[in-house]
């Protein structure tokens, strides 16, 4: 919507806010066509409108993620190299991880992947931003935090990286630079990419904008069943 003045406003239309909504619709069928190791493939009919056509949707069914963004006190941020096989690339990108543990605090989740990943104990944690990663194709929610007041984890108790992970390689970077990194093309990562640009967003108000680490997120798989 557009203002008379030209200028982009807050407000859809009478009344209502810019802001995405639960909106439940009929569910005639679901049926699970695929199962992986880590996620499955659901296809659903429901009703869009009512006593509208019915309509088949294949998806990924996903338990959600957490993302890091992590300043230091200097402002820079950290970023983490990592090969990602679906795209034939190694990534730089922001620490992060599934929500793949039963009952786990997401605040939790996060800082146990922040010190898997990075071997860092962040004291200081907010919201940066809630991102669907791909809502046309897969359920997958993703939690981005502010996290600041850093120690390292003791040598004898880091976690041993394997896999894809013991690639990971390190880099701090000031933010103003990770925020031209985005917007010349040479990043990719979603997190990593909404994570950088809301940092810098929040940072004009010294971050006092964003919400505490325990803010509610309706927008969670668990939420909106």
């Not at 010190?115 to 359920?139: I, Q, R």
């Not at 120690?151 to 970077?173: L, Q």
């Amino acid at each position: 919507m557009v203002n008379p003045d030209g200028a982009l406003g807050r407000t859809v239309d009478d009344g209502e806010d810019l802001a995405d909504s639960l909106s439940p619709r009929e569910l005639v069928s679901s049926e699970t066509v695929y199962r992986g190791r880590i996620w499955d493939v659901v296809s659903d009919t429901f009703v869009l409108q009512d006593a509208g056509k019915q309509l088949t949707r294949d998806y990924i069914t996903h338990p959600g993620a957490v993302a890091v963004l992590v300043m230091n006190t200097a402002g820079e941020v950290l970023m983490i190299s990592q090969y990602r096989h679906p795209v034939g690339m190694t990534l730089w990108e922001i620490p992060a991880g599934l929500l793949d543990v039963s009952g786990e605090d997401h605040v939790a989740a996060a800082a146990r992947e922040l010190a898997e990943e990075a071997d860092l104990v962040a004291s200081a944690w907010l919201v940066l931003a809630d991102v669907f990663n791909s809502p046309g194709s897969s359920s997958e929610a993703i939690r981005i935090y502010l996290a600041r007041g850093l120690t390292e984890v003791d040598a004898g108790s880091r976690h041993t990286r394997t896999e894809e992970e013991a690639e990971i390689r390190f880099a701090w970077v000031p933010l103003e630079d990770a925020v031209a990194a985005v917007l010349d093309g040479s990043l990719h990562n979603p997190s990593a990419v909404v994570g950088i640009l809301a940092a810098a967003a929040a940072r004009a108000s010294g971050f006092s904008t964003l919400r505490p680490a325990d803010a509610p997120w309706p927008a969670h798989p668990d939420q909106r069943q």
